[in-house]
């Protein structure tokens, strides 16, 4: 079954621990990308990623950092959480970055106290 | 880059009348316009699209038009019922660069019996 999956689907934890939520696709996509959803805000794109070790900022990066070092993964780490980042957050992933539909994770809700 | 407005922020129709969700977009480079339907609690997941070769299109009770001279696309529903009630987001892609796919805020439809 195609899918994409993250872990942890529920976090809460204290300002200033690292953390890391992984994200991991079975359908060979090439683009991936990470969004955070806040009330009132929608969908925000975090990073995204075009291939194997090929990162770019989205339109809110600060805080947090991205790898690819496999075409499967894109783990999302925060180095230093703030309470400023709790939120929803979903990863994605498709073909392409343009004219293809992304399939989302079931999402992580993380707390940051 | 790319600014995307939604509208309205909530809608309630009646169930068996017909709903209609407007999205307008900023970068005339964008090509791709998805629509995405979220459950509460689940993850977005889409429901029809549009590329910019194309004026409307059709997938049973769902229509979406788009209008590229007026830079606007909107999300027509009919014969709406319980289950169409949910967070509905449009997005647009322009196909490259830092962008990516930008959402709007998202329409709440609320269907009521």
């Known amino acids: 079954e195609a899918q994409v999956t993250q872990n942890p689907r529920y976090l809460i934890t204290v300002t200033g621990k690292k953390l890391t939520v992984t994200c991991s696709q079975n359908?060979?996509?090439?683009?991936m990308s990470w969004y955070r959803q806040d009330p009132g805000l929608g969908l925000r794109q975090i990073y995204y990623?075009?291939?194997?070790?090929?990162?770019d900022k989205g339109d809110v990066p600060e805080g947090y950092k991205v790898s690819r070092k496999e075409k499967r993964n894109f783990p999302l780490i925060l180095e230093s959480p703030s309470p400023n980042q709790t939120s929803l957050y979903f990863c994605?992933?498709?073909f392409g970055q343009g004219m293809t539909p992304q399939h989302f994770g079931d999402g992580t809700r993380l707390s940051i106290l | 880059g790319e600014n995307v407005e939604q509208h309205p922020s909530t809608l309630s129709v009646q169930e068996g009348d017909s709903a209609v969700i407007k999205c307008t977009y900023s970068?005339?480079?964008?090509?791709?316009f998805p629509w995405y339907k979220q459950e509460l609690g689940k993850r977005p997941q889409l429901i029809i699209d549009?590329?910019?070769?194309?004026g409307e299109k059709k997938d049973q009770r769902i229509a979406v038009t788009l209008n590229k001279t007026a830079k606007h696309f909107s999300l027509h529903i009919t014969e709406t019922q319980p289950e169409d009630s949910a967070v509905y987001f449009c997005?647009?892609?322009?196909?490259?660069?830092?962008?990516?796919?930008?959402f709007g805020k998202g329409t709440h439809l609320i269907i009521q019996p």
């Open positions: 994605a992933s498709s």
């Open positions: 359908m060979n996509h090439e683009y």
């Open positions: 990623s075009m291939n194997v070790e090929v990162t």
């Open positions: 970068d005339s480079a964008s090509n791709y």
């Open positions: 549009i590329r910019s070769n194309v």
């Open positions: 997005a647009a892609d322009s196909g490259g660069g830092a962008d990516g796919l930008t």
